[in-house]
């Protein structure tokens, strides 16, 4: 098994470094929405838990106008759960980062239900009006 990535380069970020890097490790992050093209660096930023550290919601499944933009999907994947290619992707990266996929849209019903367990929310939906 290849060698888990190393956080060197987040060290050298007066943003982050090593504090930063520890609260990244301990931290429970909810992704909304697999469409923004930064997600993928948001879900393996270095979390490393027993219990999910990242959690996607996203109702999408990928379209072939997503590919331009959203560098982790394939044209093979056109019509697949967005999140779970993502979860996928995230794994390939690196695989001590455990993803909880959520296949539902991010609404005012379910928000208090899909955040309760996260410390951080991250908005990388990429049509607001429909919030994933």
């Given amino acids: 098994m290849a060698a888990a990535p190393d956080y060197s380069r987040q060290l050298l970020l ?3 470094g090593p504090e930063g890097q520890a609260k990244l490790a301990k ?3 909810l992704i909304v929405g697999a469409g923004g093209p930064r997600q993928p660096g948001v879900a393996i930023s270095g979390g490393r838990r027993c219990r999910p550290s990242r959690g996607w919601v996203d109702s999408d499944t990928l379209d072939a106008s ?3 933009r959203q560098p982790i999907y394939a044209l093979a994947d056109v019509g697949k759960s967005k999140v779970e290619l ?3 992707a995230v794994a390939a990266i690196n695989p001590s980062v455990v993803v909880e996929t959520h296949g539902a849209r991010f609404t005012a ?3 208090l239900g899909l955040v309760r367990d996260f410390d951080v929310v991250v908005d990388c939906t990429d049509n607001s009006a ?3």
């Fill in 14 to 16: 007066k943003e982050i």
């Fill in 27 to 29: 931290s429970r992050v």
């Fill in 66 to 68: 997503n590919l331009h």
């Fill in 86 to 88: 993502a979860r996928a």
């Fill in 109 to 111: 019903d379910n928000a």
């Fill in 130 to 132: 429909r919030n994933s």
